[in-house]
């Protein structure tokens, strides 16, 4: 019950930080550079609602697709968000990524997606733990946020942060866990968490934007 209640709330939140976004009164005075990764959520919670629990369709093939759309809206807001000078970087995650994208293809079925997804969102999750480093290296390097709780930036940063490594090692172990215990929703309730504690600092960002 408890688990209904959580993942329907997360799910429906993923809609608000692109709500939020167009009806923005300064977004175009603010970065645009998470947005696709808004309407990525947003895109991801329709089909959720529409695609798997109305028209029931497999949702194997959009698994693999969305770690594609997820990996290059993420490396989109955290190379607009860095100076030129970690460009080698983002460089070696892209050709990383697409190595392994191509290899987790080995391992995509219908049957078995969570691998394939798994291999996916590991290497993101390094994009992410690597990119947010050298986001708050940049940071105080420049000094130039005196107050972080003010920064729409620093929002979205902590959220995918605090998601990816929430979420890292459950994605790991989510195929063994899958296999070998009963109580799979009740580990997959951290990603559920995560998932509404990501999509509420998104929006809690977004609404940042509007205060600048």
Known sequence: MLYSILYYIALYAGLLPALLYF??????????????????????????QIGTE??????????????????VTIFYFYISSLDKKYKIYFNVYRIVFILFYIYSFSYWSEQNALLAKTINKTVISLLVFTATFLWFKQLFEKV?????????????????????????CLFILSSFLLETTSYFYDYWMINVVATLFLRALLSFGVWKMDKV
């Open 23 to 48: 009806v923005s009164k300064k977004q175009k005075l603010c970065t645009e550079a998470i947005f696709p990764f808004l309407l990525l959520t947003a895109l991801a919670t329709l089909y959720e």
């Open 54 to 71: 109305w028209l029931q369709l497999n949702t194997s093939y959009w698994t693999q697709v969305y770690s594609l759309l997820e990996f």
């Open 144 to 168: 130039e946020i005196k107050n972080l709780w003010q920064s729409a930036d620093f929002y979205f940063v902590s959220g995918l942060f605090i998601y990816y490594a929430s979420t890292f």
